[in-house]
């Protein structure tokens, strides 16, 4: 019987999940780990529920609250040992799909939460809930010195005031308000022409947003579509700008602060204390606008792949 079976999804489409499974199975690979990965983007799951038997642990990565749920009971029936991810908050989505993600904690054996906030409501229904960081450090492959998809020129026409933001796909809350706040950012920048923001839009739907409503964007305002690694859009600015108006443990915040970067972010979870936070608009500008901040040097010492290979170890 083998001891480790993954399952999730790898890039495309770029996202915090896909990259986190990425580096994942990568730094499992590296440790000499006994698993195997079931790519959800490839293979149905309806093939899945054949193969579970013969390995002793399964790591459940998908954010499907449906499928999280039918399969935490199938595997319950079964008595196989799961661990399920929750990659956003515990409690974000309407009466129902929050209800199966009660079901979903009660039925897995070890639930993996990514805040403290999700970690309180988690422990309330399993309490082998644990708080693991979503954060795996980059891998030299990943790190472009030479990264072209932004001018030069214009690198150095706003140097010094250069934003970047990122959204895996244009989607709403259950209150139909826009989660990754791509559209109230755009609107901030339109009157702050001595700032760059580019914006990260590996889905392509914000370009085709803007396209079908015929929005120009002004030069300080940059989209780049399709697939790219978004860490190297980091490297070359000053700032990231996290306005989720939900969230988990953003890896994008943690890969800008593994480099020192400045992060304004959207007070909705517990963010690191390196991170300047907003509750309101208003706030938000204000942080844009002061752009002097020192930045404390963050020492960072997190990385889930040494936590989950001790978690592993410690159920097999």
Same mark, same amino acid.
């Given at each position: ?25 990568? $730094?499992? !690979? +590296?440790?000499? %780990? ?7 983007? @490839?293979? *149905?799951?309806?093939? /899945? =529920? ?44 309407g009466f129902f799909k929050n209800k199966l993600d009660i079901f979903t904690l009660k039925l897995t054996h070890t639930p993996i939460v990514l805040n403290d906030q999700s970690l309180k409501i988690a422990l309330k229904y399993n309490k082998n809930s644990k708080k693991i960081t979503s954060f795996i450090p980059p891998s030299e492959n ?33 209150? $139909?308000? !826009? +989660?990754?706040? %791509? ?7 339109? @009157?702050? *022409?001595?700032?760059? /923001? =580019? ?118």
């Amino acid at each position: 019987m083998k001891k480790l079976l993954v399952i999730g999804k790898l890039p495309p489409p770029i996202g915090g999940v896909t990259i986190h499974l990425k580096r994942l199975v990568l $730094g499992l !690979e +590296i440790n000499k %780990i006994d698993f195997d990965f079931f790519d959800l983007n @490839k293979i *149905k799951p309806s093939k /899945l =529920i054949f193969n579970i038997f013969q390995y002793k642990l399964i790591h459940n990565h998908s954010s499907n609250p449906y499928f999280r749920f039918l399969f935490s009971l199938y595997c319950n029936v079964f008595k196989k040992k799961l661990i399920t991810t929750f990659h956003g908050n515990i409690g974000r989505y309407g009466f129902f799909k929050n209800k199966l993600d009660i079901f979903t904690l009660k039925l897995t054996h070890t639930p993996i939460v990514l805040n403290d906030q999700s970690l309180k409501i988690a422990l309330k229904y399993n309490k082998n809930s644990k708080k693991i960081t979503s954060f795996i450090p980059p891998s030299e492959n990943e790190i472009d010195v030479n990264f072209t998809l932004i001018n030069s020129e214009l690198i150095s026409k706003y140097k010094g005031n250069i934003y970047c933001t990122n959204a895996s796909a244009f989607n709403f809350d259950s209150n $139909g308000n !826009e +989660i990754y706040s %791509i559209l109230l950012l755009i609107d901030i920048f339109y @009157k702050l *022409k001595d700032k760059l /923001l =580019i914006i990260s839009d590996p889905s392509c739907q914000y370009f085709d947003y803007l396209n079908l409503n015929n929005i120009t964007l002004p030069k300080n305002i940059m989209v780049i579509s399709g697939e790219h690694c978004f860490f190297n859009v980091i490297r070359i600015s000053d700032t990231l700008i996290r306005a989720t108006i939900t969230d988990g443990d953003s890896i994008s915040i943690k890969e800008a602060l593994y480099i020192n970067k400045t992060v304004i972010a959207s007070a909705v979870v517990y963010r690191p204390l390196q991170c300047l936070t907003y509750k309101n608009k208003s706030k938000l500008i204000e942080l844009i606008n002061t752009n002097n901040y020192k930045v404390n040097k963050y020492n960072f010492k997190e990385n889930a792949i040494v936590e989950l290979i001790e978690l592993y170890k410690s159920i097999y």
